[in-house]
């Protein structure tokens, strides 16, 4: 029911932009999140933006550089990534869920899951 696109290789200081359509599910009243992992490494909390509030919050580590968005008739969530570092390297999965939580940097709040894009920075 999530679909995530737009990874690829950049250079750092580049900028990517990841992109997550929602199909079946109504999601605007709750919450599209994203996140990411590498190898070894639990999946990490990046962004998330609550519906119809248009609250979000990030994670320090990304916190001035990416940018999550969403457009509702489109029913598609966006993480602008900008000024990227080699440490931004990750695969990047798209999540949701119906209703909002406040514990929004869970993972385990998400029943909804895209299947992943792979950014990877390096020179």
């Known amino acids: 029911q999530l679909q995530a696109s737009g990874g690829g290789w950049v250079q750092p200081g580049g900028s990517l932009r990841l992109s997550c359509v929602a199909s079946?599910?109504?999601?605007?009243?709750?919450?599209m999140a994203w996140f990411r992992q590498t190898p070894g490494k639990e999946r990490e909390f990046v962004a998330v933006?609550?519906?119809?509030?248009?609250?979000?919050r990030y994670s320090d580590s990304v916190k001035g550089r990416f940018t999550i968005s969403r457009v509702y008739a489109k029913k598609t969530v966006d993480l602008q990534m900008n000024s990227l570092k080699p440490e931004d390297t990750a695969v990047y999965y798209c999540?949701?869920?119906?209703?909002?939580?406040?514990?929004?940097?869970?993972?385990?709040?998400?029943?909804?899951w895209g299947q992943g894009t792979l950014v990877t920075v390096s020179s």
């Open positions: 999540a949701a869920r119906p209703i909002y939580s406040v514990q929004y940097w869970d993972e385990k709040s998400y029943a909804y």
């Open positions: 079946g599910r109504d999601f605007s009243g709750g919450a």
């Open positions: 933006s609550r519906g119809n509030s248009g609250m979000t």
